[in-house]
């Protein structure tokens, strides 16, 4: 059974940091790209970063360019998104997400999903 478990997520000031972490089960690990979305109540899931099976190549996309950054511990089995400098706009329902192959910001492309993290940034 494929399991990926978000964690780290809560009620923190405007200027804050938080790091997320995604704990993945039942897949090898290496073999898939992971990404991070966000969802805010009433819009549209968004992707925010994007890692290689390696680790070695990432993307950002939007809000998550220049403050946020992705990194992954295949020995742990194990997704990072460092959150810097949080806005209250950031508040949302955080995703981690896996798929074969590469990364893509087209959230359908991806098989595997979390139940998400709440952060909620206050200002």
């Known amino acids: 059974q494929v399991q990926l478990v978000e964690s780290g997520g809560g009620l923190v000031q405007a200027g804050d940091s938080l790091r997320l972490s995604c704990v993945e089960s039942?897949?090898?690990?290496?073999?898939?790209?992971m990404a991070w979305f966000r969802q805010a109540p009433g819009k549209d899931r968004e992707f925010l970063a994007g890692?290689?099976?390696?680790?070695?190549?990432?993307y950002y996309k939007g809000s998550a360019k220049g403050r946020f950054t992705i990194s992954r511990d295949n020995a742990k089995n194990t997704l990072y998104l460092q959150m810097n400098s949080l806005k209250p706009e950031d508040t949302a329902v955080y995703y981690c997400?896996?798929?074969?192959?590469?990364?893509?910001?087209?959230?359908?492309?991806?098989?595997?999903w979390g139940q998400g993290t709440q952060v909620t940034v206050s200002s």
């Open positions: 039942g897949l090898p690990f290496s073999s898939y790209a």
């Open positions: 997400a896996a798929r074969t192959f590469d990364y893509t910001d087209h959230a359908p492309s991806y098989e595997f």
């Open positions: 890692i290689s099976l390696k680790g070695d190549s990432t």
